[in-house]
Structures are given as structure tokens and as C-alpha cells.
């Protein structure tokens, strides 16, 4: 669970079905099933997200497959009186 992770359209989402509980609870006359609107409601306003995190937002680095075939530059060696940086 991580807070403030969630885009804004699922904030509006939330919002709605928090909406929807209470009109039902006020129509059908059961007040206290609008108490189930306060987890909806503090989920919006603190941005909870339930989904596990990603890879990025973990801060791991995804592996690169390897290229099948390695291609080897010819190295050269310098020789003592060349400077090298």
C-alpha cells in the first residue's frame, strides 16, 4: 500500500463511489451503511494505491538480454613514451 500513487482519474472514480454508497444508504434508509463511504473517502484524499509497485518504482533496473553473438574490438596497446590521459 502506497499513498499519494494514484492518478487523478481514479481519485474522480473513488469520489463516485463514495458518492453512490451514500445515495443508496440515504435512499434505502440504512444510515449507517454510509459509514462504508469513510474508507472510500480517506483511500481518494490520501491516494492509496493497492496495486504492487513496479519495477521502476522499486528502483530495480530490468535485465537487458545479451546480443547473441559478441563482437570483439581489436585493442591497442600504448607504448611508453605515449601519453594517456
Do not use: N, W
Not at 463511489?17 to 472510500?40: E, Q, T
Not at 563482437?71 to 600504448?78: G, H, M, T
Amino acid at each position: 500500500m502506497r499513498f499519494f500513487a494514484i492518478p487523478f482519474y481514479d481519485v474522480v472514480l473513488r469520489y463516485y463511489l463514495m458518492m453512490a454508497v451514500v445515495l443508496i444508504a440515504g435512499f434505502s434508509g440504512l444510515y449507517i451503511l454510509a459509514l462504508l463511504a469513510l474508507p472510500i473517502f480517506l483511500s481518494a484524499f490520501l491516494g492509496i494505491s493497492f496495486r504492487p509497485a513496479g519495477p521502476a518504482e522499486r528502483g530495480e533496473v530490468a535485465p537487458v538480454a545479451s546480443p547473441a553473438r559478441v563482437i570483439e574490438l581489436p585493442v591497442r596497446v600504448a607504448a611508453a613514451s605515449e601519453k594517456v590521459a
